[in-house]
């Protein structure tokens, strides 16, 4: 299995449970490895047989923004589902950065591992 990673992806977004969090946008930095099998993609030399990588951050954006839940582990969940449902990748794994979150601590956010087979049997 080979491994697709973007790291450092910005997002401003309304994410939080106080009243305060949900008045103003604020920053996510998601890291994401995304296991898939290149061999087509590099045989071909062709995006389309590639996981590509612009319309992934593209969709960890889109539900970034328009979701805007309270807890990071819900739009970690969400972004899985959706990214084994648009792209040909077996596993992921996702980590959510949300800084400035905790006063006085360097990072804080949710990191989840999910594999093709756990949203393919019940939904």
């Not at 449970?17 to 930095?29: G, S």
């Not at 994401?32 to 296991?35: N, R």
């Given at each position: 299995m080979d491994t697709i990673f973007i790291r450092g992806l910005?997002?401003?977004t309304v994410i939080g449970?106080?009243?305060?969090?949900?008045?103003?946008?604020?920053?996510?930095?998601f890291d994401?490895?995304?296991?898939a099998d290149?061999?087509?993609?590099?045989?071909?030399?062709?995006?389309?047989?590639?996981?590509?990588?612009?319309?992934?951050?593209?969709t960890v954006t889109r539900?970034?923004?328009?979701?805007?839940?309270a807890l990071l582990e819900t739009l970690a969940e969400r972004l899985a589902?959706?990214?084994f449902e648009d792209f040909?990748?077996?596993?992921?794994?996702?980590?959510?950065?949300?800084?400035?979150?905790?006063?006085?601590v360097k990072q804080v956010g949710v990191a989840i591992e999910r594999v093709r087979e756990d949203f393919s049997a019940c939904g």
């Open positions: 910005r997002v401003e449970v106080h009243a305060w969090e949900r008045q103003l946008e604020r920053p996510l930095v994401l490895e995304l296991g290149t061999r087509e993609a590099a045989s071909s030399d062709r995006v389309r047989d590639a996981v590509d990588y612009a319309a992934v951050a593209e539900i970034a923004k328009t979701l805007q839940p589902r959706q990214l040909p990748i077996q596993r992921l794994r996702l980590v959510i950065d949300k800084p400035g979150a905790v006063p006085d």
